[in-house]
C-alpha cells in the first residue's frame, strides 16, 4: 500500500471503531432501566410535564434518528449534564480526565523503565536466579490485587513511614495554589515555578502510579523477555558472534533492536490499560481521576456521566491501540516495505 | 606449522533417547590451503565449523583431543579470548543469508561492524573498506546497496553481502558454509575467486563445506567427505575418480555429467553402504 492511501485506510477504520463505540454507549443509554426524563424533570412532575420534557429530548423519534443525533452531539462535544455535579460531563471530563492520565503515565514511565531491561536481563539469563526471580514479579503482578496493594502501601508508606503523601493529588493547603495549564500537577507546578507544591504533588502521585507501574512492568517485562528469547535463538545472533561482537552488544544491538517497535505494541496496551485499569487504585487513593468519576456516578445512577466518562476511556483505549499500531508499521522498516 | 589442527572432534547433542553425536571423532589438518569438506544434508558439515568457531551453544557439547588454531588451543579458551579472535583471526560464513542478517540493521553498518568492535580503525577507513568489500563480491553499486536492510535484496545479493562482511577483516582462517548455493554460475565462479585470491594472496586457510563434490573437486586442494558426522574418505584435487569408499562413489556416480544424456539422474544407492 502507498503511504496516503495507508493513511487514509487507518483514518477510516478509526474512524468506524469510534462509531461502533459510540453505538455501544448509546445502546447502554437505552438499555439500562434509568429513565432519561426523569433524570431532567424529577420524579415529581407532572404526567404534562413529563411527556412535554420526553418531546422535547426527541425520545419517541426512531432509534437511528436518536443515533445520528446523539452521535453529532457528541462530535461538538456535548455530552450532556451531569445529574450529580450540575454541570456539563465534559467539562467534568476535562477536569479529572489530566488527574487519571498523569498518574498512568508516571506509572507507564516506571514500568518501561524497570520492566524492558528486568526482561532482557531475564532473556540473557534464561533458567539462572535473576531469571527466576524476575519471573516471580512477573507472575505476582498478575496475581495480586490492584486494591490491596495500594492498601499496604498506603499502610507501610504513609501511615508508618510518612514518606509519602496520602490520598489525594496534593497536600489540602496547597489545593487550587497551582494555576492550572496542561491539568497535570507535577507539570504545571513546574511552569509556576511552585516548588512546594511540585513536592507535594510528587509525594501523592509516587505511590499509585509505582503500583500502577508494578502492574505495567510485570507484563512488559515478561513480553520483552518472550520477544528475546525469540530473537536470540536467530541465525543473525550467530553472525554477530562470528564477527566478534560483545555479549552486551549482541542483547542490545542484535537482538533488543528488532524488537522494540513490537515493544511499541505491547507499551500501547498497557498504557491504555493502566488508564482504563485506574478505577481501583483511584479509589483507594481518593486519586479525582475519570475512574473515581466514573464510580461516583455510577453509585448515583448519573447516566450521561457514566456514558461521557466510558466514552472518553473507550476512546483512549481505541486510539493509543491504534496509534501504537501505526507507529509500529511507521517504525519497523520490514513493515515499512 | 599447521593453522588449524582438529584430533577426535565430537560434538553431542542431548536428546529423549540419550546423548546424540552428530560429529563423531573428526581429525584434520588444515594449513594455507583450500580444504573441502562434502557430505550430504545432515550429515554434520555445518556442527563442525560452528564447534571449531566455538559456536556450539548448550545443551551441546563440544570435546577434542586436540583443538588448535595458530597454536592458540581453542578448548577452555575464555568467550573474551575466543571473541577476540573470531571476526578477526578466524571467519565463518554462515549458510542462509535470509536468516544469518540482522533484519533490522542496514547492509553497510552490518559489514564495518565487525571492523569497529575489533577497534583500530577510523569511521573513514572502515567505511572505505565495506564498500571496497562489497565491490569485491561484485556488488555494482555498493554505495546504495549499503543503505538498504537485508529483506530489500535478493537472496543471492544477501549472500554475497555475507562473504563481503566475513572477508572484510581478512581472516587467517574462514570456514565458508555452502557459500555460493544462492549464487548462479557465473557470479559462483567469481565470488570463490575473491576466496581463492585472500587464499594465494593473504595465506588464508579455507575450509569449504558444500553438498555439490564437483564444484569442490575442481576447486579444493583436498577434500574429506563426511557421512554421518565422520569422515569417510580423503581426496586429494583431480583424484575424484580413485574414491574408494561406496558412499563417495554414490556421490560421484550422481553427479550429473554434461556429455551424458540421461533420462534420470543415478541416485545415491544407500544399500551398497
Ligand atoms: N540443536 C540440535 N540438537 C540436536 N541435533 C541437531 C541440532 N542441530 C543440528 N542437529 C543435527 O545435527 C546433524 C548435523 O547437522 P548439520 O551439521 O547442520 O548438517 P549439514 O551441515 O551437514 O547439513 C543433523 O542430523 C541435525 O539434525
Ligand atoms: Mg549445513
Given at each position: 500500500m502507498t503511504r496516503p492511501i495507508a493513511a487514509l485506510n487507518f483514518l477510516l477504520t478509526l474512524a468506524v471503531t469510534f462509531l461502533g463505540l459510540l453505538a455501544i454507549t448509546f445502546l447502554i443509554g437505552r438499555v439500562v432501566p434509568i429513565d432519561p426524563v426523569l433524570a431532567v424533570v424529577?420524579?415529581?412532575?407532572s404526567t404534562e410535564t413529563y411527556e412535554a420534557a420526553r418531546l422535547q429530548m426527541g425520545l419517541d423519534d426512531p432509534l437511528i434518528v436518536q443515533f445520528v443525533r446523539y452521535v453529532w452531539q457528541v462530535v461538538q462535544g456535548d455530552l450532556g449534564m451531569s445529574v450529580?455535579?450540575?454541570?456539563?460531563v465534559s467539562e467534568d471530563l476535562a477536569r479529572v480526565f489530566p488527574a487519571t492520565l498523569e498518574m498512568a503515565t508516571l506509572g507507564i514511565i516506571i514500568g518501561v523503565g524497570f520492566g524492558v531491561p528486568m526482561g532482557v536481563f531475564a532473556a540473557a539469563r534464561q533458567g539462572k536466579w535473576v531469571d527466576q526471580l524476575i519471573r516471580v514479579i512477573g507472575l505476582a503482578g498478575y496475581a495480586i490485587p490492584a486494591f490491596w496493594l495500594g492498601l499496604v502501601g498506603l499502610v507501610i508508606f504513609?501511615?508508618?513511614?510518612?514518606?509519602v503523601g496520602g490520598p489525594?493529588?496534593?497536600?489540602l493547603f496547597l489545593d487550587g495554589m497551582v494555576e492550572p495549564r496542561s491539568g497535570l500537577l507535577l507539570i504545571d507546578s513546574v511552569i509556576g515555578r511552585n516548588w512546594e507544591a511540585f513536592r507535594s504533588a510528587l509525594s501523592h502521585i509516587i505511590l499509585p502510579a509505582t503500583i500502577l507501574g508494578f502492574f505495567a512492568l510485570a507484563y512488559i517485562a515478561r513480553m520483552t523477555r518472550s520477544f528475546m528469547l525469540e530473537q536470540l535463538s536467530q541465525e543473525y545472533i550467530t553472525t554477530a558472534r562470528v564477527k566478534g561482537v560483545p555479549e552486551r552488544l549482541i542483547l542490545w544491538?542484535?537482538?533488543?533492536r528488532p524488537i522494540w517497535m513490537q515493544l511499541i505494541t505491547v507499551i500501547g496496551l498497557s498504557y491504555a490499560g493502566l488508564l482504563e485499569g485506574s478505577v481501583m487504585i483511584e479509589t483507594v487513593f481518593s486519586w479525582p481521576g475519570i475512574g473515581n468519576y466514573l464510580t461516583t456516578a455510577l453509585l448515583n445512577a448519573d447516566m450521561n456521566a457514566v456514558l461521557g466518562a466510558t466514552l472518553v476511556i473507550g476512546a483512549v483505549f481505541v486510539g493509543i491501540n491504534k496509534g501504537s499500531d501505526a507507529l509500529y508499521r511507521l517504525l519497523d522498516p520490514r513493515a515499512r516495505a | 606449522m599447521s593453522l588449524l589442527s582438529v584430533k577426535n572432534l565430537r560434538v553431542t547433542f542431548p536428546s529423549d533417547h540419550g546423548p546424540v553425536e552428530v560429529v563423531r571423532g573428526l581429525s584434520f589438518d588444515l594449513g594455507r590451503e583450500r580444504l573441502g569438506i562434502v557430505g550430504e544434508?545432515?550429515?554434520g558439515k555445518s556442527m563442525t565449523g560452528r564447534a571449531i568457531m566455538g559456536l556450539?551453544?548448550?545443551p551441546g557439547q563440544v570435546t577434542a583431543d586436540v583443538l588448535t588454531f595458530d597454536g592458540v588451543?581453542?578448548?577452555?579458551?575464555?568467550e573474551t579470548a575466543l571473541r577476540k579472535l573470531r571476526g578477526a583471526r578466524m571467519s565463518m560464513i554462515l549458510q542462509d543469508p535470509k536468516f544469518s542478517l540482522?533484519?533490522?540493521?542496514r547492509i553497510g553498518p552490518q559489514i564495518e561492524e565487525a571492523m569497529a568492535v575489533h577497534g583500530a580503525l577510523t569511521k573513514r577507513q572502515r567505511r572505505a573498506r565495506m564498500l571496497d568489500a562489497l565491490t569485491a563480491v561484485r556488488i555494482d553499486d555498493p554505495a546504495r546497496v549499503a543503505r538498504?536492510?537485508?529483506?530489500?535484496?535478493?537472496g543471492g545479493m544477501g549472500q554475497r553481502v555475507m562473504i563481503a562482511m566475513m572477508v572484510v577483516m581478512e581472516p587467517a582462517l574462514m570456514i565458508a558454509?555452502?557459500?555460493?548455493?544462492?549464487?548462479?554460475v557465473s557470479v559462483r565462479g567469481q565470488v570463490l575467486d575473491i576466496l581463492d585470491d585472500l587464499v594465494k594472496r593473504r595465506g588464508m586457510g579455507l575450509m569449504l563445506i558444500s553438498h555439490d563434490l564437483n564444484m569442490v573437486s575442481r576447486w579444493c586442494d583436498r577434500i574429506l567427505v563426511m557421512f554421518q558426522g565422520a569422515i569417510v574418505e580423503e581426496i586429494s584435487a583431480?583424484?575424484?575418480?580413485?574414491?574408494?569408499h561406496p558412499y563417495t562413489r554414490g556421490l560421484v556416480a550422481s553427479l550429473p555429467r554434461i556429455d551424458e544424456s540421461r533420462d534420470r539422474l543415478p541416485v545415491l544407492d544407500r544399500t551398497a553402504l
Open positions: 424529577g420524579d415529581r412532575a450529580s455535579t450540575g454541570r456539563a504513609y501511615a508508618n513511614l510518612r514518606w489525594g493529588r496534593i497536600d544491538r542484535h537482538a533488543f | 544434508s545432515g550429515s556450539i551453544a548448550t588451543d581453542l578448548r577452555d579458551l575464555p540482522n533484519p533490522v540493521i538498504l536492510y537485508p529483506h530489500e535484496v535478493s558454509d555452502e557459500p555460493t548455493s544462492a549464487l548462479d583431480g583424484q575424484l575418480y580413485k574414491a574408494q
